[in-house]
């Protein structure tokens, strides 16, 4: 699925989704989920080919015919090592197969509070200029967003960061590194604290959790820590170590739902905020995404924003719609809550292969 605009990290440009959408059946009702990896595995080792190669390989084979609980899913596939997202598409495809079956809401499923919205925050990627980024935000804020995450690398930072910080001297305003920065960088980091900022995501390496426990000491910046944790022991660990002050869920960077949970609680415990990260999902992941963001540890505005930000049209009817007081009502309906509009999934599928007990 082409995006409307091209959405730019430290890893590089993306301007088009290659996408996994996993399907459940039992008694003739669907649950769906969606593998949340990129085309190329440069966020982790994940990309869709190999996913679509661990679904049909492992996973799929050891689901079709079982009976299975939503709380236990991932546990099917436990033994596989990393690849997490492929697993976490199935393990999301099954919680909301049991909501729906059990005819309820996908965030009650899950153990979410009664809340009616949730807050949304944006994230926007490195532009051609400087000017062009200024523009965005005021679209954004313009639109209600309230918070805004610009992703910053290694010579679009500190002086970039300055320009927004001059022009909107008040928003809540977040910068994310993707992993562009080592120890090396420490003064450069700090020059940021001056900006006010909510917090810096990732500066380090995706597997580096002592060190960012070394540049949080150095910075008054919290830093937010969204590759390195991707189980609930390492958000333990983080914390322990003072590495992070916040911490960002992605549903399959941890494996899904199950997992997720069990990171909200250790961080819900400590009193460590967390908040919805995104991965550029079409409206199904969207959809979990939005039930993820109910649990009452989901403090800050996520990276959950409207389908129309990212695609001409989604998967999903109705789409994901944002209020212009930046919130996104949480739908009542049976599982995630969204109807799939088949006929355009079909009209945009590559590849389908189905595994049934026979
Ligand atoms: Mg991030």
Same mark, same amino acid.
């Given at each position: 699925?082409?995006?409307?605009?091209?959405?730019?990290?430290?890893?590089?440009?993306?301007?088009?989704?290659?996408?996994?959408?996993?399907?459940?059946?039992?008694?003739?009702?669907?649950?769906?989920?969606?593998?949340?990896?990129?085309?190329?595995?440069?966020?982790?080792?994940?990309?869709?080919?190999?996913?679509?190669?661990?679904?049909?390989?492992?996973?799929?084979?050891?689901? &079709?015919?079982?009976?299975?609980?939503?709380? @236990?899913?991932?546990? $099917?596939?436990?033994? /596989? =090592?990393?690849?997490?997202? !492929?697993?976490?598409?199935?393990?999301?495809?099954?919680?909301?197969?049991?909501?729906?079956?059990?005819?309820?809401?996908?965030?009650?499923?899950?153990?979410?509070?009664?809340?009616?919205?949730?807050?949304?925050?944006?994230?926007?990627?490195?532009?051609?200029?400087?000017?062009?980024?200024?523009?965005?935000?005021?679209?954004?804020?313009?639109?209600?967003?309230?918070?805004?995450?610009?992703?910053?690398?290694?010579?679009?930072?500190?002086?970039?960061?300055?320009?927004?910080?001059?022009?909107?001297?008040?928003?809540?305003?977040?910068?994310?590194?993707?992993?562009?920065?080592?120890?090396?960088?420490?003064?450069?980091?700090?020059?940021?604290?001056?900006?006010?900022?909510?917090?810096?995501?990732?500066?380090?390496?995706?597997?580096?959790?002592?060190?960012? &426990?070394?540049?949080?000491?150095?910075?008054? @910046?919290?830093?937010? $820590?969204?590759?390195? /944790? =991707?189980?609930?022991?390492? !958000?333990?660990?983080?914390?322990?170590?003072?590495?992070?002050?916040?911490?960002?869920?992605?549903?399959?960077?941890?494996?899904?739902?199950?997992?997720?949970?069990?990171?909200?609680?250790?961080?819900?415990?400590?009193?460590?905020?967390?908040?919805?990260?995104?991965?550029?999902?079409?409206?199904?992941?969207?959809?979990?995404?939005?039930?993820?963001?109910?649990?009452?540890?989901?403090?800050?505005?996520?990276?959950?924003?409207?389908?129309?930000?990212?695609?001409?049209?989604?998967?999903?009817?109705?789409?994901?719609?944002?209020?212009?007081?930046?919130?996104?009502?949480?739908?009542?309906?049976?599982?995630?809550?969204?109807?799939?509009?088949?006929?355009?999934?079909?009209?945009?599928?590559?590849?389908?292969?189905?595994?049934?007990?026979?």
């Amino acid at each position: 699925m082409p995006l409307v605009h091209f959405f730019e990290t430290s890893f590089g440009r993306t301007y088009s989704r290659d996408m996994i959408l996993v399907e459940v059946v039992s008694n003739g009702v669907s649950g769906w989920g969606e593998v949340t990896c990129g085309e190329h595995p440069f966020y982790n080792e994940e990309w869709t080919e190999s996913a679509w190669l661990l679904l049909k390989n492992y996973i799929a084979p050891k689901a &079709a015919g079982k009976t299975l609980e939503a709380q @236990t899913a991932g546990q $099917l596939s436990a033994g /596989i =090592r990393g690849h997490k997202m !492929a697993q976490g598409g199935f393990e999301v495809a099954c919680w909301d197969l049991q909501a729906r079956l059990n005819g309820v809401p996908l965030w009650r499923e899950i153990g979410g509070e009664t809340r009616f919205e949730i807050p949304c925050g944006v994230s926007i990627g490195i532009q051609d200029s400087v000017d062009q980024l200024i523009e965005k935000i005021r679209l954004e804020v313009d639109a209600g967003y309230r918070r805004i995450k610009m992703k910053i690398k290694p010579g679009w930072d500190i002086d970039v960061v300055a320009r927004v910080r001059a022009e909107f001297s008040s928003i809540l305003l977040m910068a994310d590194a993707n992993s562009a920065y080592t120890l090396a960088d420490v003064d450069r980091l700090k020059a940021l604290d001056e900006f006010n900022l909510m917090m810096i995501e990732q500066p380090l390496a995706h597997d580096e959790i002592i060190d960012h &426990a070394t540049l949080q000491a150095a910075l008054s @910046t919290p830093i937010c $820590l969204d590759e390195c /944790i =991707r189980n609930s022991h390492q !958000a333990a660990q983080a914390i322990r170590l003072g590495a992070c002050r916040i911490i960002n869920i992605k549903l399959g960077r941890v494996g899904g739902f199950a997992e997720a949970l069990r990171v909200h609680d250790v961080c819900f415990q400590a009193g460590i905020p967390v908040w919805c990260g995104g991965m550029l999902e079409s409206g199904v992941g969207r959809a979990h995404n939005v039930a993820l963001s109910t649990l009452p540890g989901f403090t800050l505005p996520g990276d959950v924003s409207a389908s129309k930000r990212y695609w001409k049209r989604d998967v999903i009817d109705p789409w994901v719609e944002v209020s212009s007081e930046g919130t996104i009502t949480v739908p009542g309906g049976p599982g995630f809550g969204y109807h799939l509009d088949l006929d355009f999934l079909a009209s945009v599928r590559a590849r389908l292969e189905t595994l049934s007990p026979q």
